[in-house]
């Protein structure tokens, strides 16, 4: 079983930067992904690295502004966020699956079985 906890959400005005980690148990070399969803839509893909680390991946709504990235000594995935937009407010979740290879990355919500309780963050404008 994974356990995956998520922190490092919060409010931040517009322009502001935040960073979230995903730190995981029971379990290692697996793919991340980030997701979000705001009230009222779906749950969207955000980011996504694959267990080396080699490989990214981000929707276009957040390329050039957010940053994943791994720490595989500490079981933990970072999603940095820089230049935020109030369109970037919703509850982020991390997700992880097992690896097929080093190079994999999934972006389909139904890709993930295991999923972190997820993390508020809100931009004001």
């Known amino acids: 079983q994974v356990q995956l906890v998520e922190s490092g959400g919060g409010l931040v005005q517009a322009g502001g930067s935040l960073r979230l980690s995903c730190a995981a148990s029971?379990?290692?070399?697996?793919?991340n992904g980030w997701f979000r969803q705001a009230p009222g839509k779906e749950r969207e893909f955000v980011a996504g690295?694959?267990?080396?680390?080699?490989?990214?991946a981000y929707a276009d709504s957040v390329k050039g502004r957010f940053t994943i990235s791994r720490d595989n000594a500490k079981n933990t995935v970072y999603l940095r966020m820089n230049s935020l937009k109030p369109e970037d407010t919703a509850v982020y979740y991390c997700?992880?699956?097992?690896?097929?290879?080093?190079?994999?990355?999934?972006?389909?919500?139904?890709?993930?079985?295991?999923w972190g309780q997820g993390i508020q963050v809100t931009v004001s404008s």
């Open positions: 690295i694959s267990s080396s680390g080699g490989n990214t």
């Open positions: 997700a992880v699956r097992s690896a097929l290879s080093f190079r994999d990355i999934y972006l389909k919500v139904d890709d993930y079985p295991y």
């Open positions: 029971g379990r290692t070399l697996f793919v």
